[in-house]
């Protein structure tokens, strides 16, 4: 494809992109259109618009020698995000690298559930309080940065049981200049630290934690198997994680808090009894873009 006008062909965006498109396809690549998209607006320096307003541009040698380079890698079955080291989520470019989760749309939902619930409880406080917020497992940092960047008077606590994630949620904090409200800490969600150590009450807990069962991993597209961090993706047998948190919330949410877990479909109605057990009211499970169960959310006291 691209190889044959090496050195010779004069490429324009447009003819590029058809013919990588159409290369991807044949090699059976996911998402080929879009693959081939990203990685030529990201050697390019532009967005997927840009790359449209663009589409007569000419393709100079040494950016079609780094797009090839970035084929080859998309070839390889490693997912357009590691490569490009970037992931849009709602509405906001986070790093992402191979020591993190790929922020997935589906957790959009809880960000946009989460938003609701903290809108409301401010519009209710006329002391104009800081809101106090817990993310567990917070990965890249997609969602306490999310919420942070979209509520200023959110304080949050993320943790997570990677050093090396917690590296890269930094990173995304500092990128969209909310750093100052997030504390960080490296802690194992199966052994919290105590109130004190957590700086609770929290207004809201969420957690997106691992949640598919470790026999199950095997069975994963290799696009995620092979890239993606297990550490981020399994447990023992699924759902421990929801039992373990859902047990410990009720001692760090405020009277009148949530805890908002993301679930697998098949596992939401689950969490949901688990969290009726552990004494949370107003049980909830909502539906993602798909109309599968993904979030479910409960308030104490
Ligand atoms: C499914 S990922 C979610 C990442 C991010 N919050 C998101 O929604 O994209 C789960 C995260 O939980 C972390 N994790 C796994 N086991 C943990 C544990 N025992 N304690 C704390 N964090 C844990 C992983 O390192 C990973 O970052």
Redesign the pocket.
Known sequence: MIEQGRGTKEWQVVELLKTTTAFFVQKQVDEARISAELLLASVLGLDRLGLYLNHNRPVYPGELEAFRALCRQRLEGKPVQYITGEQFFYGLPFFVDKR??I??PE?ELLVEHALEFLGHVSAADVSEAALHLL??????G??AVTLASRLPCLMVTA????TE?LVVARNNAERHGVADRIRFLH????SLPDERGLSAPFDVIVS????IAEDEWAGLQPEVRLFE?Q???T?RDGIE?YHAVAEVAPSLLKSGGMLCF?SHADAALKVAGIMERWGFSSVAVMKDYSGLDRVVSGKIG
């Open positions: 993190v989760l922020p997935r957790t993310d567990i497992g917070t990965g890249s997609c969602i943790i997570d049981i990677s994630a802690a194992d969600l199966f997106n934690p691992p949640y961090p550490l981020a993706l447990t994680c993301e």
